[in-house]
DNA sequence: CGATATAGTCAAGGCGCTTGTCGATCGACA
DNA sequence: TGTCGATCGACAAGCGCCTTGACTATATCG
């Protein structure tokens, strides 16, 4: 790599050994065969009471169908359940069941576990730079560029 | 964003703000409708004479067939011809374009900029900071997990 | 109240991968 | 040199994860 998108390869890099390994653990904990949208479904359906396929769906960035399908099939999986919405006859709740909060429990730890090592590897005060650079990086995309999640 | 796995987050959205904001550049200057594996076997070929499809495979990770595929898509839009192979009878050599080697050319120029743009953002001291870091990131990955591009 | 919008569901299609197979060629070994 | 197993590209079919289209029931607004 001759230095000049060295950057690039290098984020791509770690964001894909990133989520790799987070459903290699996943898969040693118990929960097999996940998949990155299943994370970001799990993030927001533990931040929201009462969501629908079609929140869901503009949080994802995908179609309405493609959320539903999504739902069918971490119903299928255990990982929620589908009832009636208390506000809109039309529409229907997704909700995590326990083995999708712990499933998510699961992603918090081992994220505080991959931070920790490192902040062991750079020195907490280099992972704090990177988290700022990360940061400047993200807002400074442009607009209409920011995935949902 | 609670701070708990926050870098995870940011390392997705700034992989996903990367891939997609080149990808609308490549359009602009006349590439439109590539997409990352593209980007990773153009890199691939521009280093890489005589390369096969199985080789390209074997670096994208994916089977044969579907570097074939790709290769197929490649020549179609102009950007890779193929041709004999000077040594073995049964490969057939992947090449670069004048109109592939103008993309190659149009990323490293993006990426030049990109980095530029962070490094007037953050300072360069501190975009060091965050290549060093990536690298120890990437380095400390469990084996096996780093990707081939 | 009527017209328009919206939710979920069913259906079919597209794209980018996979696995399987085949004939031609290669490489190793006796 | 001949044989056998491996490998290359090409052809074929299938799968998974999306998409668009359509429909009925419900909601919203003037």
Redesign the pocket.
Known sequence: MSGRGELAVLLATAYRVTVDDLHRHLADVGHPGL?P?HGFAFWYLSHHDDA???DLAAHLG?????A???VD?LDRLGYVTRGVHPR?????TVRLTAKGRHCVEQVVAYWADRERRWAKLVGPSDLRTVRNALRAYVADAPTGLKPRW
Chains 1, 2 share one sequence.
């Open positions: 998949r949208a629908t396929s079609v995908v179609t309405k169908q493609a539903a399908q999504l099939e809109d006859r039309r529409a229907r």
